[in-house]
Each structure stands twice: as structure tokens, then as C-alpha cells.
């Protein structure tokens, strides 16, 4: 059985924690800043962890 072949914009868009866990960097931030309130820019910036329902599916992507 050959080896499971990682997706390629899965490996770009998400990192396995050291936990084990799926960190993803937030959306909305590319454009229309101007529109955006300081606080929510601010918001924004820092990463978050994919939900419980979705995680399965993003470690399959990863060959995880």
C-alpha cells in the first residue's frame, strides 16, 4: 500500500498543536480592513482551534 499523500493547501492553511489539536488562522482579514473596528483587527490576528467537527476531517487531509 502506497503512502498517504498530504494535501497540499491543507498543509498550508492549518498546524497540529503539540497537543495534538488543529490550529487555523481566522478569515476576513485580507481586505475591507478600513471597515473593521481596532478591536476586531486585533481579534483577528491571533490563530484559533478547528472545532471538534471538523477536526477529523483536516487530520485526514494532513495524512494524519
Do not use: W
Amino acid at each position: 500500500m502506497p503512502k498517504m499523500k498530504t494535501h497540499s493547501s491543507a498543509k498550508k492553511r492549518f498546524k497540529i498543536t503539540g497537543s495534538g489539536k488543529v490550529k487555523r488562522f481566522q478569515a476576513f482579514t485580507s481586505h475591507m480592513m478600513r471597515n473593521k473596528g481596532k478591536k476586531a483587527k486585533l481579534r483577528l490576528r491571533d490563530g484559533t482551534i478547528v472545532s471538534e467537527a471538523d477536526e477529523k476531517r483536516v487530520k485526514r487531509l494532513l495524512a494524519r
